[in-house]
């Protein structure tokens, strides 16, 4: 922006900006114009999601305007919605969750050179970064101190909190959008954006691989996708489960093996043995059981997160040189890398899906850990509101 006259206002690409001259100093104030869009929201921790109507901003050079198609939804969101995590993140109101995003683009900025009009896309957890840190350098976003999440973080360009995607479009920075390959269905790809990338990371991290034994901790959203990946990568998948009835959708997801955790002989014919054990579980639970399993330089990677601190003996980890670590998602080169991946191999989530206005419903029934294995909703179903 060049004009510096006094009062001079100029509107470009969603951005308002005024150039005023007070007391001989040159002021400039941004205020980015905005859209109402469609969106479902809950306006306390005891409310129930209800539509509504949410302000976008409209499409600056870098951004890309998306129409969501589907979202899928999270524990996060259901933590979030009802204020579960308010020791270190408490939810501001209202908040319109959900960063399993998939969509078609409908605008892009002038300066975009990735996307154009029509192209399939998704939009997972984070929509920023300051992309200058040292984590940010490293393509590991989701690890830098001033990353915007999805929803629930301050909106650095309209104030307030970002909003998620439980609402017909969305507006985001290029860099923070991911291409779809053509070949999957969509309902399906939408849980790839959290539950996909927080499984597939770490395995691809540990190098699960041909010729590792892997195992898999709780049958949910994240487990069921690290069933998948294990399988895709090759590698040998052993599924531990509490209930012996979850053994043929296990099996049915690509185990190899199911591994009753209630049966101590069971357990004791698996000790020593694995290279890789990814733990979903976010209930509290016996973590040194799954230690045990491990073999020399196995790895534990937690990717679910029991409230309660864990008691681990320092010999179990000393004795063969195991590792104790956790993941949270991935950055965006690596989430485009796992969907590429997911295209190539034919990976999606088990999707249940539903119409918006069954969304209260199906937190009810994802509170009771009630679906195979991932809601998706089908955002289409906004329009009727
Ligand atoms: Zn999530
Ligand atoms: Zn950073």
Redesign the pocket.
């Known amino acids: 922006m060049s004009s510096r006259e006094k009062g001079a206002r100029c509107i470009t690409r969603g951005v308002t900006i005024t150039c005023d001259i007070q007391s001989g100093a040159t002021s400039f104030t941004v205020q980015p114009t905005t859209y109402k869009a469609k969106a479902y929201s809950a306006a306390s921790e005891e409310s129930p999601l209800a539509s509504t109507t949410i302000a976008r901003r409209d499409p600056t050079e870098r951004d890309v305007q998306i129409e969501i198609l589907f979202c899928g939804i999270?524990?996060?969101?259901l933590h979030s919605v009802r204020n579960e995590w308010s020791e270190f993140m408490a939810t501001n109101y209202p908040i319109v969750p959900g960063?399993?995003i998939v969509g078609r683009v409908t605008t892009v900025g002038s300066a975009v050179t990735k996307y154009k009009a029509g192209d399939l896309v998704a939009v997972g957890?984070m929509v920023d970064s300051d992309r200058s840190c040292p984590n940010c350098k490293r393509d590991l976003e989701q690890f830098c101190p001033n990353m915007t999440l999805t929803f629930n973080s301050l909106d650095k360009h309209l104030g307030g909190v970002t909003y998620g995607g439980y609402s017909e479009s969305i507006v985001v920075d290029e860099h923070f959008v991911l291409r779809l390959p053509s070949n999957l269905n969509i309902a399906g790809v939408a849980p790839l954006l959290?539950?996909g990338i927080?499984t597939y990371s770490p395995m691809r991290h540990w190098g699960v691989g041909k010729g590792k034994k892997v195992g898999v901790v709780g049958l949910g959203g994240l487990g069921h996708m690290a069933v998948k990946f294990g399988r895709a990568f090759g590698a040998h998948v052993a599924v531990f489960t509490t209930s012996p009835n979850k053994k043929e959708d296990a099996f049915r997801l690509g185990a190899d093996e199911v591994v009753v955790t209630r049966n101590s002989d069971e357990m004791k014919k698996h000790a020593g043995s694995f290279d890789f054990i990814i733990d979903t579980v976010s209930a509290n639970h016996d973590i040194n059981a799954y230690i045990n399993l491990l073999g020399v330089d196995g790895n534990l990677t937690l990717v679910g997160a029991p409230a309660e601190p864990l008691d681990v003996p320092a010999f179990s980890l000393i004795m063969g040189r195991r590792r104790l670590a956790g993941s949270a998602i991935g950055g965006i080169a690596e989430t485009q890398e796992m969907l590429d991946f997911c295209g190539k191999h034919n990976v999606t989530a088990d999707v249940e899906v539903i119409p918006i206005q069954k969304v209260n419903e199906a937190y009810e029934r994802l509170w009771k850990s009630d679906v195979k294995y991932r809601f998706s909703i089908d955002m289409a179903s906004l329009k009727s509101e």
């Open positions: 999270c524990h996060s969101d960063h399993e957890c959290c539950a927080t």
